[in-house]
């Protein structure tokens, strides 16, 4: 990607962490929702973030593209630093993806407006190449044919799958996946994984919050489990789920595995 | 959308699934139609005209006209004033749209002054009568204005037409407040994660999902502001209630006249707002439906 070096990158250089959270904190109200977060993500890194409700997964995701604004900490993406007043968040959010719980789709347009909606009027590109691009997304997730349905005409995992392909029109550097699978029905949930799989296959960078955890096993580089607005333990998935160390960690994992 | 009604099971089919397991469909609404008139309804109309009518008639010494003659014979002037209330409904209502569009956007807009300023105008005109705005415009705006050295007349239709629509402008104010804050919040976090301006996010995925949602309780209010308008009467505006007690008094004030004149305004605004009415009903069915 040539894009990764402009001026607004501060510097960053690929073999640092694309993405990079030190001590954020964050609170909604008296209730301290983040207590202290701090990861690394490497450029084509597949990291799960797991834990119980209630931690502060969703909170930590919504961090790294502004959605949520956090009170104090350092987060870093391609070096450009999100909890700054001054920060430009269209141009932070062109570079970050991202898929909802409830997928989000625009209703009131079909699959394929959905997906050329941001690259026409956000990066104002050309219409011909974003509607070719959109229909190869639209092959990409496997809903070849389904251009001009409706996202009500659509199955969950088929709209949350047209959602995937809406985020990766805008040619992000890292996709932000929060419980994408949890509306899902179980038939659908599969569809969904396999798309998510193969990107993070090709080298996307990709920060996933689920309850799959037979999928974070499976895809992920690293895995972070959250308690109460801490992390309280991390590591490779094999040694996560075959040797967890923390008391926390066990007892999750023994209730849900 | 285009999912088949479910096929009501026979309690005699072997292995119908119980009736309380189904999913709940609600009916699908039927195709608008306009209201029909039955026999029932045609019983009513005419026993109305005739009590009102026998009782005028019966009044009425052999010199005299009928109520029902004198209504024909004052037809064209009663539906030129009955114009007129329909003029001045639509034009208060498309001065209050666009009014209250601006207002209502500026309730939920970023900037803190106006959003209170917009708020508070909004509450103000929505709790004031009707008829103590129709007040204030009629007195508060002058007769005639200069602009470039023309002098232009406003006459009292038009201060009446801008009373009218002062609380369009309010209640469309909060049609569109309420429309916006009923859009499930991760319309506005989607768009905002796919980098949109506010701007953009308003114009082009908010407002357009919220035409929908705004449709019946414009209308409403379109149906209300037409049976307003009557209230211009009082204000010496010669809509058709003015025109109404005109022809009376000019057919010599008699009493008899009073119950099928009045009547036959009333009639003409049933028979314009019930269908509106009807319609409204049928689209927020339809909307509920496609949720």
Avoid at chain 1, 181 to 202: N, Y
Avoid at chain 2, 104 to 124: D, K
Avoid at chain 2, 169 to 189: C, F
Avoid at chain 2, 213 to 234: E, F, G
């Amino acid at each position: 990607m040539a894009a990764l070096s402009p001026p607004e990158d501060f510097g960053w250089t690929p073999d640092q962490p694309l993405i990079r959270l030190v001590d954020v904190r964050k609170s909604f109200g008296a209730i301290e929702v983040l207590k202290g977060v701090s990861l690394d993500v490497a450029k084509g890194e597949a990291i799960c973030i797991i834990g119980p409700s209630g931690s502060g997964k969703s909170t930590l995701i919504r961090c790294i593209n502004a959605l949520v604004p956090i009170d104090s900490g350092t987060i870093r993406v391609e070096g450009q630093e999100v909890n700054d007043p001054d920060l430009d968040k269209l141009a932070l959010r062109r570079k970050v993806g991202m898929v909802f719980q409830q997928y989000n789709l625009f209703p009131h347009r079909t699959a394929l407006d959905n997906i050329m909606m941001a690259p026409l009027h956000v990066l104002k590109q050309d219409r011909r190449e974003v509607e070719a691009r959109a229909r190869a997304l639209m092959a990409k997730v496997r809903l070849a044919g389904k251009e001009k349905a409706y996202p009500g005409e659509l199955s969950g995992g088929q709209q949350q799958r047209v959602a995937i392909a809406r985020a990766l029109a805008m040619r992000p550097d890292v996709m932000l996946f929060d419980e994408v699978t949890a509306a899902l029905d179980p038939e659908t949930v599969k569809e969904v994984l396999l798309t998510i799989r193969e990107l993070a296959e090709e080298g996307m960078t990709c920060i996933l919050v689920t309850h799959e955890m037979g999928f974070a096993r499976e895809v992920a580089d690293h895995i972070y489990f959250t308690d109460a607005g801490v992390i309280v333990e991390h590591g490779p998935p094999a040694s996560f789920f075959d040797d967890p160390r923390d008391p926390r960690t066990q007892a999750f994992l023994g209730q849900i595995l | 959308m285009s999912a088949p009604p479910p096929r009501r099971l026979e309690p005699s089919e072997a292995g119908a699934p119980l009736a309380v397991l189904l999913p709940f469909r609600p009916p699908p609404p039927a195709a608008f139609a306009w209201p029909r008139l039955r026999l029932v309804h045609l019983v009513g109309i005419a026993g109305l005209v005739l009590v009102v009518g026998g009782a005028a008639h019966a009044q009425a010494s052999g010199a005299r006209l009928s109520a029902l003659e004198v209504i024909w014979r004052w037809l064209p002037l009663l539906m030129w004033g009955f114009g007129f209330n329909i003029l001045m409904s639509v034009l208060s209502m498309a001065l209050g749209t666009a009014a209250g569009l601006g207002l209502g956007l500026l309730q939920i807009g970023e900037n803190r002054l106006l959003r209170r300023v917009a708020w508070a105008a909004t509450q103000f005109f929505r709790n004031s009568p009707w008829l103590v705005l129709l007040f204030f415009a009629m007195f508060m705006i002058p007769f005639q204005f200069t602009v470039f050295g023309h002098t232009m007349p406003l006459p009292d239709w038009v201060k009446a037409v801008i009373g009218f629509s002062l609380p369009v402008m309010a209640n469309m104010s909060e049609i569109v407040r309420g429309a916006v804050a009923s859009l499930p919040s991760g319309q506005w976090e989607a768009a905002e994660s796919l980098a949109f301006s506010r701007r953009q996010t308003m114009w082009r995925i908010i407002l357009p999902q919220c035409v929908k949602r705004m449709l019946p309780p414009w209308m409403n209010l379109y149906s209300l502001i037409t049976m307003a308008t009557v209230q211009a009467s009082i204000v010496g505006v010669s809509e058709m209630l003015t025109l109404t007690s005109q022809v009376h008094a000019a057919e010599g004030g008699r009493p008899d006249l009073l119950a099928p004149l009045y009547g036959f305004a009333m009639l003409c605004f049933f028979l314009y707002c019930y269908p509106i009415e009807r319609f409204t009903l049928y689209l927020e069915r339809r909307f509920q439906l496609n949720q």
